[in-house]
């Protein structure tokens, strides 16, 4: 089954700089990649998707990158605010799955200091 | 902007008890799931639902678990003769079509096995 490791687990950055935050997937075939912001005590937020045919996609101050070669994908935070504190999570869906399973990254433990 | 709900927010049982954890998915939504996440831990994939059938299970849904949509608006999950290991969070998300992947998550119920 498809398996998702992510890295950093944590990530402490300075109000303004940029963050990212990495993931690797196993299953060639997976082909859609959510992002997924998660406060504490609070449900998973979608923040940003990408699918397996496009190879960035931008939304204000964050971006998803994809790389299908090397089976990777990253988030990018730009102009941090201490608002972006959070567990992030990185998921991948198999297209062989009928059920839209998402496998999940470890997550990344953002920390913006003012 | 509609959400997926969640009842209870946190429940509390004995070891070897019954719970059945619900949740309303988003009114127009066609595919539904339900995740757990142990404390500190990533998100699991249980069980996801489609047109009154499991589509696709992991091998932590077990005999143990049950899933149902017992009318038009409720999903909810039964787990049988808890163990303390059954402690953890569980989500329920919901999506809209088979063509959209977005998972959209409830609060999540907090389960305690005692």
């Known amino acids: 089954g498809e398996n998702v490791e992510q890295h950093p687990s944590t990530l402490s950055v300075q109000e303004g700089d940029s963050a990212v935050i990495k993931c690797t997937y196993s299953?060639?075939?997976?082909?859609?990649f959510p992002w997924y912001k998660q406060e504490l005590g609070k449900r998973p937020q979608l923040i940003i998707d990408i699918r397996s045919n496009v190879g960035e996609k931008k939304d204000q101050r964050i971006a998803v990158t994809l790389n299908k070669t090397a089976k990777h994908f990253s988030l990018h935070i730009t102009e941090t605010q201490p608002e972006d504190s959070a567990v992030y999570f990185c998921a991948a869906r198999p297209l062989s799955n009928a059920g839209n399973m998402l496998t999940f990254g470890g997550g990344t433990r953002l920390m913006v200091k003012p | 902007e509609p959400e997926v709900t969640q009842t209870p927010s946190h429940q509390v049982t004995q070891m070897g008890q019954e719970v059945i954890l619900r949740c309303v998915p988003i009114?127009?939504?066609?595919?539904f799931y339900w995740y757990r996440q142990i404390l500190g831990q990533k998100v699991e994939f249980l069980v996801s639902f489609y047109n009154n059938e499991i589509s696709e299970k992991s091998e932590i849904f077990d005999d143990q678990f049950s899933v149902e949509r017992p009318d038009g608006s409720n999903f909810t999950l039964k787990i049988r003769s808890t163990k303390l290991e059954d402690s953890a969070m569980y989500f329920c998300?919901?999506?809209?079509?088979?063509?959209?992947?977005?998972?959209?998550f409830g609060p999540g119920t907090r389960l305690t096995v005692t």
């Open positions: 009114s127009n939504h066609l595919y």
């Open positions: 998300a919901s999506t809209r079509t088979g063509g959209s992947y977005e998972q959209y």
């Open positions: 299953d060639s075939a997976s082909n859609y």
